[in-house]
């Protein structure tokens, strides 16, 4: 067995054990592998061990890996941060976006997402710890722009993503996985019709887990360390 499958393996189990002991089942948790700065061979060793859900968080380092796999039955999922001249790419080849802050750049996905393409699917990053060097719009905020988001055509508003303030161990982060969930049934409550949390790492996804996560964003465990930028301090990195 390859790394890549041996670590994909204990991080599927650990998710089933994490749901188990929160009274959740690992059906009701989606694994996004997150590929960033690892090559394409790395990603099609995680798709034969069974991996279909792919996370970057840079546009064209994400399109040159989809171009050498598209043989490849993957789902990408845009995890990064969002300039406004790559918003068609992302549009035009992505799955899912959760990294969604301004209402411009919702407009220009749903503009510029192809009609022969299934809606793009949408979470707001939310700045769930009030972090100054971290994308996001706030807990007070989000109401406001979910409201004017997800009306927009060719887009499916369906959750809400955060990443926490680190802390010194993974429980660390519950309060603040706690506090995205309860903004989401907020949200619910007010009309909108939320079913996604996108939150928890490679250090804290069982505490995100114990706190109601649908998706969780792995990167290390599965592909080892990253030796090209850092992997903690942008965005939805795993």
């Known amino acids: 067995m390859t790394t890549i499958a041996s670590n994909l393996q204990a991080v599927r189990a650990a998710i089933a054990s994490s749901a188990d002991t929160h009274g959740r089942?690992?059906?009701?948790?989606?694994?996004?592998?997150?590929?960033?700065?690892?090559?394409?061979?790395?990603?099609?060793?995680?798709?034969?061990?069974?991996?279909?859900?792919?996370?970057?968080?840079?546009?064209?380092?994400?399109?040159?890996k989809m171009t050498a796999l598209e043989d490849l039955p993957l789902e990408w999922h845009f995890i990064g941060p969002i300039q406004s001249n790559k918003t068609r790419a992302i549009a035009e080849h992505f799955a899912w976006v959760h990294s969604v802050d301004r209402l411009k750049v919702a407009e220009r996905l749903s503009a510029q997402r192809p009609e022969h393409l299934p809606p793009l699917q949408i979470c707001l990053q939310v700045n769930i710890s009030g972090e100054a060097s971290k994308s996001g719009v706030t807990p007070a905020q989000a109401g406001m722009l979910a409201m004017q988001i997800a009306p927009l055509p060719r887009l499916t508003l369906r959750g809400l993503m955060a990443v926490p303030a680190p802390g010194p161990g993974g429980d660390a982060q519950r309060p603040a996985f706690a506090a995205l969930r309860v903004l989401r049934d907020r949200l619910n409550r007010q009309g909108l019709q939320l079913d996604t949390l996108s939150m928890g790492m490679s250090h804290d996804y069982p505490a995100a887990i114990a706190e109601g996560a649908t998706m969780v964003r792995i990167g290390t465990a599965i592909f080892g360390n990253r030796t090209t930028r850092d992997e903690t301090s942008n965005h939805g990195i795993g």
């Open 25 to 64: 089942t690992d059906r009701d948790i989606t694994l996004l592998a997150v590929s960033k700065s690892f090559p394409a061979d790395a990603v099609r060793a995680a798709y034969h061990a069974g991996q279909h859900r792919f996370a970057e968080n840079y546009a064209q380092e994400a399109l040159d």
